[in-house]
């Protein structure tokens, strides 16, 4: 059968009032930003990496790029050289990774498609997506 069942799996929470986030191409991970960091953790290792150039987000195994391309906002999330985007169009973002497409609206992020994009998937957690989400509108004044 084609249909598709969706699950609520959890809640993000953020519950450290300040969040930080890393911009990569400042940073040479010495470690200093614990020392002054509001929020707990180590920055350089544990919070979102931001880069602000194609070059420096093209060099790098891990981290984040907000782009704008033809008038549409793209957040470009990097794990292991695999590159996953969520982006606003219109009234829904959009997220696209290698396994799967889905459609998600505007107000409160709630799935409203998927298209599995692997035949051999049949099943996603969309925890990063989510993350995306956040992060999308935290890092929206970056350039």
Not at 96 to 124: G, P, Q, R, Y
Not at 132 to 141: E, I, K, Q, T
């Amino acid at each position: 059968s084609d249909k598709i069942n969706i699950e609520k799996t959890g809640v993000l929470n953020l519950t450290q009032k300040t969040q930080i986030l890393n911009i990569g191409d400042f940073c040479n991970e010495c470690g200093n930003c614990t020392t002054f960091c509001p929020t707990n953790g180590k920055p350089f290792k544990d919070k979102p990496k931001f880069y602000l150039t194609e070059k420096s987000f093209n060099e790098v195994e891990n981290g984040f790029m907000l782009n704008n391309l033809q008038n549409n906002t793209v957040l470009l999330h990097k794990t292991n050289y695999t590159i996953s985007s969520l982006s606003l169009k219109e009234n829904n973002f959009i997220y696209e990774s290698k396994n799967v497409k889905a459609t998600f609206s505007k107000e409160n992020f709630d799935l409203k498609k998927v298209e599995f994009l692997n035949e051999n998937i049949n099943e996603f957690e969309f925890t990063k997506a989510a993350k995306m989400f956040v992060l999308f509108y935290a890092a929206g004044n970056l350039y």
